[in-house]
């Protein structure tokens, strides 16, 4: 479903993907480790179409479309969902709102009939208890006055209503304490049906605890230079990142 | 991204049409045989008269005001032509039947029927086409309640009392250059008196559209709320698309006497102008209110229009425990540029303002809140609180605020509050990445920011207010 060839990135004329090669099937999961600055970010902003991240080689397929020939509006309506590491507030813009316009014209893009404002209602109420936020979020303003850790379970639930084909979660676990790291992860995993795919980017072993990935790939440079099973974030964890550095050579 | 946020800001204004009507329309020029003109076709009293010629000469000593952050070609007030009715209602029709269909078409097509079964129900209307109303609506079901609602010209035949006692005394014949030249040249509005102790029974609206080529518009609306009674009114104003600038100097005048209640509501849509800055209507408006005791004058305004906007809705709050409260949105884009805000002028004893100002500035336009907060001698325990947000799109426009405070009282408390934010490329990558096109996420992120004055309007516009700023944004952004 999500098919990257040697793709190469810049950021203000600098080189941050150097050649990334990642090919992700129908409702696998792939955790992105690596050090920071190793371009991890990068990655999920590329590829949800953020101004400024530019491909200058390389291709990538998403769910049978050439996804850089798209506008950021409608990546997100071919079903490309990024959770934000640091989500941005709009005040005076309820998150009702904000979600019901957004799964709206998700659905409308797709040909299907936009909810109703009580259907909607429904499902929201139901997202917000999943991800554990008290049900006057969806009145609050976007983000507005949110902690750390709300303003990421609201991601979460961003995600459980928009039902993307492949989310990409951005260090989702960064500034959580467990409480909140296991609803987060709680309302992941409730999303993996077999179909949906994840993207998985953390510094951390942490999170992958609660979510367990298929695959793991190590991040360095700009490229990929170690992938394998769960247990290779556990070599993560044991060891650091440190043996990059050494120069040792990607093996997978 | 800016630049998708330019295309989305990109002038298209729906109510640009001409409507082709026989018009009497005065030649062009100002003297006092012109005002004599004004009033005869009025029927105008000799006081009447009188009280404008008074007002014409002390225009003609006064000058015009520079000290606004506006820049515009100066006006020539020999050139505007200062009456123009269609001729279908020199006949003055006595019901809707017998008004001009093209009339009644014009607002219509503005989504204003005037066909009381096809209105908004609760909402009655008075419709001011150029110089002359042309119908007002719900007249009867208003006098069961005792209400006035009419144009001024009846009200001055018709309730001559009221009129000579309040016309002027809220804003006096020679209180500015614009509020001068009105009250020798006014040729229509609405007069609206609410007796002692009535909640009027329906939303009162004035609408305005100016047509007629070359031709100023200088309404003068009077609002006299009795003791312990309560309105709500409001206001919208369009015009056709023209390459010419066009003048609208109104004066509004509100009376809150003890007890009493006047929310006043302004959808302020006249023609802006093209892109550069060509046409559109200059609006030099003065408005005010006064509070007697317990009394409380609420202003909501929704400012989208005209190429230059120079307007203060105040409240002078005379009574002891009177509130006024001021709530303003205020889009410029283009070459638009606005000068507006409002005077808090507390006299009496606890008084209360309350001042919330969002301006959003877009393309090459300006936008300027100006307010001043004046807390006399006597005003002890006297409170205002202000907020004051401008948001920028884009980086070619401009933001400024000049607030004033006075306070000659030591109990008195003034609080004032300013942002300045731009629609961040943050927000609009959020709400892109969430599936929404890019001139959506503005309209959603700017009607976010203006949320706290459109809950301050009647229900049945604070949706047809979100809907303008949406179709003003239209291709606003990048």
């Not at chain 2, 000290?67 to 505007?80: N, S, T």
């Not at chain 2, 086409?129 to 018709?158: H, M, Q, Y």
């Not at chain 2, 004055?453 to 009647?458: G, R, S, Y």
Request: aromatic share 8%; hydrophobic share 40%.
């Amino acid at each position: 479903m999500l098919s990257i060839k040697n793709l190469h990135v810049s950021v203000e004329d600098k080189e941050i993907l150097k050649g990334l090669n990642l090919e992700i099937s129908e409702g696998e999961v792939h955790a992105i480790m690596g050090p920071n600055g190793a371009g991890k970010s990068t990655l999920g902003y590329l590829l949800s179409g953020r101004e400024g991240y530019e491909a200058t080689s390389g291709n990538v397929v998403f769910a049978e479309r050439d996804l850089l020939d798209l506008e950021v509006d409608e990546r997100a309506q071919a079903g490309l969902f990024l959770a934000f590491q640091y989500p941005v507030e709009i005040p005076g813009v309820s998150n009702m709102e904000f979600m019901k316009e957004s799964v709206n014209a998700v659905r409308e893009a797709r040909g299907e009939e936009a909810y109703t404002a009580a259907e909607f209602l429904k499902l929201a109420k139901e997202a917000c208890k999943h991800v554990n936020l008290p049900l006057d979020f969806l009145k609050r303003g976007v983000n507005e006055g949110f902690s750390g850790g709300e303003k990421k379970r609201n991601e979460i639930m961003q995600l459980i209503l928009l039902q993307p084909k492949l989310a990409i979660l951005d260090e989702s676990d960064s500034g959580l304490d467990i409480d909140a790291l296991k609803v987060v992860a709680e309302g992941v995993n409730s999303q993996r049906d077999g179909k949906r795919s994840f993207i998985v980017v953390t510094h951390y072993q942490r999170l992958l605890d609660f979510i367990e990935p298929d695959f793991v790939h190590i991040l360095a440079d700009g490229k990929i230079v170690k992938s394998g099973g769960p247990e290779l974030a556990k070599e993560v964890e044991a060891s650091g990142y440190a043996w990059l550095e050494k120069g040792e050579e990607a093996t997978a | 991204m800016s630049e998708q946020i330019e295309q989305a800001i990109l002038r298209k204004y729906d109510a640009g049409f001409v409507s082709e009507v026989e018009s009497d329309t005065f030649p062009a020029g100002l003297d006092e045989d012109v005002i004599r003109g004004i009033s005869a076709m009025k029927n105008e009293p000799e006081w009447m008269l009188e009280w404008r010629l008074q007002a014409f000469r002390s225009w003609q000593k006064m000058k015009e005001p520079d000290w606004a952050h506006l820049g515009y070609d100066p006006v020539d007030y020999q050139a505007i032509s200062y009456y123009s009715a269609p001729k279908s209602m020199k006949d003055k029709p006595k019901s809707l039947d017998e008004v001009d269909p093209e009339l009644l078409r014009t607002y219509e097509k503005l989504g204003i029927p005037l066909h009381e079964q096809e209105m908004l129900a609760g909402v009655a209307v008075d419709a001011v086409f150029d110089s002359v109303s042309v119908v007002t609506t719900f007249r009867e079901k208003l006098e069961e309640a005792g209400v006035i609602f009419c144009p001024i010209s009846e009200a001055i035949e018709k309730y001559p009392d009221l009129v000579k006692k309040y016309i002027g005394s809220v804003v006096p014949r020679g209180d500015n250059f614009f509020a001068a030249l009105n009250s020798a040249v006014f040729t229509d509005g609405s007069f609206v008196y609410i007796p002692k102790g009535v909640r009027c029974p329906m939303e009162l609206s004035t609408y305005f559209r100016i047509n007629e080529l070359n031709t100023g518009q200088f309404e003068r609306t009077l609002i006299v709320a009795d003791e312990g009674s309560h309105v709500s009114y409001l206001e919208g104003c369009t015009a056709p698309q023209r390459d010419e600038n066009q003048l609208h100097a109104a004066v509004v005048e509100l009376v809150a006497l003890d007890d009493a209640e006047i929310k006043y509501s302004t959808v302020q849509n006249w023609y802006p102008g093209d892109e550069n800055g060509k046409g559109g209507i200059y609006n030099f408006v003065t408005k005010r209110g006064v509070c007697e005791r317990n009394a409380k004058i609420s202003w909501t305004q929704v400012e989208t229009g005209s190429a230059i906007t120079w307007k203060y809705p105040s409240c002078v709050l005379r009574g002891d425990n009177s509130v006024g409260e001021f709530y303003s949105v205020a889009l410029t884009r283009g070459r638009q540029q606005a000068d507006t805000g409002t005077k808090m002028i507390h006299l009496g004893k606890n008084t209360k303002s309350t001042i919330i100002s969002k301006g959003i500035s877009a393309g090459n336009s300006s936008n300027a809140y100006r307010g001043l907060v004046k807390m006399g001698p006597n005003s002890d325990g006297a409170r205002n609180f202000t907020e004051c947000d401008s948001l920028l799109i884009g980086d070619t426009c401009a933001a400024h605020t000049f607030p004033y405070i006075e306070s000659s009282n030591p109990s008195a408390i003034v609080e004032h509050e300013a942002t300045t934010s731009k629609v961040s490329d943050d927000q609009l990558f959020l709400c892109q990445q969430r599936g929404l096109d890019a001139e959506k996420a503005v309209s959603m992120i700017v009607n976010g920011f203006c949320k706290e004055v459109f809950k301050e309007l009647p229900m049945e516009f604070a949706v047809e207010a979100g809907k303008l700023l949406e179709i003003s944004l239209e291709g606003s952004v990048g």
